[in-house]
């Protein structure tokens, strides 16, 4: 089972990039790369996802190396309303259909004004 | 549009009692999760089921049993309560990967906040 490393905490100042980092060393090859979104008092959302290289959405990108053992979400111009909890989240999916997911700890991000 | 429906979202248990999580997803996932989260910690998986009849452990299992005879639900039943099981638990629901190792995007209900005393 792939684990996952991430900075504890961060701080930022409003309309700066943020980029955290998560290390997940022992990646299987067919495993994807998913980031989550945590407020206080609510369950995670889904932020973004990859396999290789670059991905982009409305929210995010997500940069991942070619030996994939580590991968970086870009979050655009920080607002207040980005201060959250952020999981990185890899998983495997055997051939006979058995799912194990891990999350780590998270990385605390604190926007401030 | 309700998604992932836990319930209930605050419950107050003393050692040694029972007690029954209830989870319902209305967008036929075929993957369901419990994970467990305590105070600043990460989310630790209890159980997953990939279809109704089939459950499997997760990280945590202990102190917990789960059953699925429908898509839609996913209870998670604590048997006799202890103070270690004082937490927030989170139901999730996910579709089925079209591919190994393809998505696993997961849907989250709000939660449930058990304290055990």
């Known amino acids: 089972l792939a684990k996952t490393t991430q900075p504890i905490s961060m701080d930022s100042y409003e309309g700066q990039e943020v980029n955290i980092t998560c290390s997940h060393n022992n990646i299987a090859t067919n495993d994807y790369i998913t980031w989550y979104q945590q407020f206080p008092s609510q369950g995670p959302r889904f932020i973004i996802q990859g396999y290789k290289t670059k991905v982009t959405n409305e929210v995010a990108s997500l940069f991942i190396p070619a030996d994939r053992k580590s991968s970086t979400l870009s979050l655009p111009r920080v607002s207040l309303s980005d201060t959250a909890v952020y999981y990185c989240?890899?998983?495997?999916?055997?051939?006979?259909?058995?799912?194990?997911?891990?999350f780590g700890k998270g990385t605390k991000l604190s926007v401030i004004p | 549009n309700a998604g992932v429906t836990q319930t209930p979202k605050f419950r107050i248990l003393k050692i040694g009692q029972s007690m029954t999580l209830q989870c319902t997803q209305d967008?036929?996932?075929?993957?369901m999760y419990w994970y467990r989260q305590d105070p600043g910690m990460g989310l630790k998986l209890i159980y997953y089921?990939?279809?109704?009849?089939?459950?499997d452990k997760g990280e945590v299992p202990n102190g917990y049993n789960v059953s699925r005879s429908t898509t839609e639900d996913f209870p998670l039943r604590l048997e006799l309560a202890a103070p270690s099981q004082t937490s927030v638990y989170f139901c999730?629901?996910?579709?089925?990967?079209?591919?190994?190792?393809?998505?696993?995007?997961?849907?989250f209900g709000a939660g449930t906040r058990l304290s055990v005393l």
């Open positions: 999730a629901s996910s579709p089925i990967p079209t591919r190994a190792g393809a998505k696993n995007i997961q849907y």
């Open positions: 089921s990939v279809g109704a009849g089939i459950t």
């Open positions: 967008m036929n996932h075929n993957y």
């Open positions: 989240l890899v998983g495997v999916l055997s051939g006979a259909g058995s799912y194990q997911l891990t």
